[in-house]
T-cell receptor
Framework: NAGVTQTPKFQVLKTGQSMTLQCAQDMNHNSMYWYRQDPGMGLRLIYYSASEGTTDKGEVPNGYNVSRLNKREFSLRLESAAPSQTSVYFC?????????????FGSGTRLTVV | DQQVKQNSPSLSVQEGRISILNCDYTNSMFDYFLWYKKYPAEGPTFLISISSIKDKNEDGRFTVFLNKSAKHLSLHIVPSQPGDSAVYFCAASDRRALTFGSGTRLQVQP
C-alpha cells in the first residue's frame, strides 16, 4: 500500500530551468493537492484538484502550473524556476470533499533553485 | 493575513508530563480542525481531528479541545513520551482544502 508517491525526492535547478514534479496516489481518492513548505511558514496551498479534469488555484499559485492527468496522477510544473521557489513540495490526496480527515501526504520533494 | 496561527514556535516538556499545543484561527467557515505530526524528511501524518460542532475529541494520549467563541483549539498529550518529539501543525478545513499554521516544535526530554 504505497499511498501517495512523489518523484523526485531531491532536485537542484538553475534559475530559468523548467521541471515537473510528479505525484501519484493508489487510494482511489478524488481530491489531490500541492503544498509548499518554507521555514517558519507551515504548508501553503499552491493548487488543488477536486476531481479528475478540474483544477483550482490555492494561496500561492504564481509561477506554477498543474495537470490532473487522470484520477491517480497530479503533476506540478515550474516553467521558469526562480530562487524564491526553493522549498519542500508536498502532494496530498483526500477521498471525499468535506471530510474532516483522510488527507494523506507524500514524503515531499526538496527543490533548490540556484 | 494568516487564518491559522500557532504562536509558539517551540515547546519543551519533561517525559511523563503534559504537553499543550495551542492554535488560533480567524475564519468562522472552517468546519473541521486537524492536528498533524511531522518528522524531518517525511510528510505530515494525521494525528487527530475535531468537528466544529464538538468541543472535545480524545484518542488515547491525545485530546483536542475546541473553543469556538474564542476561535481557539489546543492539543493535549498526556503523558508525553520522547517519541512525541516532532513538529506539530494545526490545520483547518473549509471543505476545499486545508489551511495550516506555522507549526510548533515539541521536544520531550527523557
Amino acid at each position: 500500500n504505497a499511498g501517495v508517491t512523489q518523484t523526485p525526492k531531491f532536485q537542484v535547478l538553475k534559475t530559468g530551468q523548467s521541471m515537473t514534479l510528479q505525484c501519484a496516489q493508489d487510494m482511489n481518492h478524488n481530491s489531490m493537492y500541492w503544498y509548499r513548505q518554507d521555514p517558519g511558514m507551515g504548508l501553503r496551498l499552491i493548487y488543488y484538484s477536486a476531481s479528475e479534469g478540474t483544477t483550482d488555484k490555492g494561496e500561492v499559485p504564481n509561477g506554477y502550473n498543474v495537470s490532473r492527468l487522470n484520477k491517480r496522477e497530479f503533476s506540478l510544473r515550474l516553467e521558469s524556476a526562480a530562487p524564491s521557489q526553493t522549498s519542500v513540495y508536498f502532494c496530498a490526496s483526500r477521498r471525499d470533499r468535506g471530510s474532516g480527515y483522510g488527507y494523506t501526504f507524500g514524503s515531499g520533494t526538496r527543490l533548490t533553485v540556484v | 493575513d494568516q487564518q491559522v496561527k500557532q504562536n509558539s514556535p517551540s515547546l519543551s516538556v519533561q517525559e511523563g508530563r503534559i504537553s499543550i499545543l495551542n492554535c488560533d484561527y480567524t475564519n468562522s467557515m472552517f468546519d473541521y480542525f486537524l492536528w498533524y505530526k511531522k518528522y524531518p524528511a517525511e510528510g505530515p501524518t494525521f494525528l487527530i481531528s475535531i468537528s466544529s460542532i464538538k468541543d472535545k475529541n480524545e484518542d488515547g494520549r491525545f485530546t483536542v479541545f475546541l473553543n469556538k467563541s474564542a476561535k481557539h483549539l489546543s492539543l493535549h498529550i498526556v503523558p508525553s513520551q520522547p517519541g512525541d518529539s516532532a513538529v506539530y501543525f494545526c490545520a483547518a478545513s473549509d471543505r476545499r482544502a486545508l489551511t495550516f499554521g506555522s507549526g510548533t516544535r515539541l521536544q520531550v526530554q527523557p
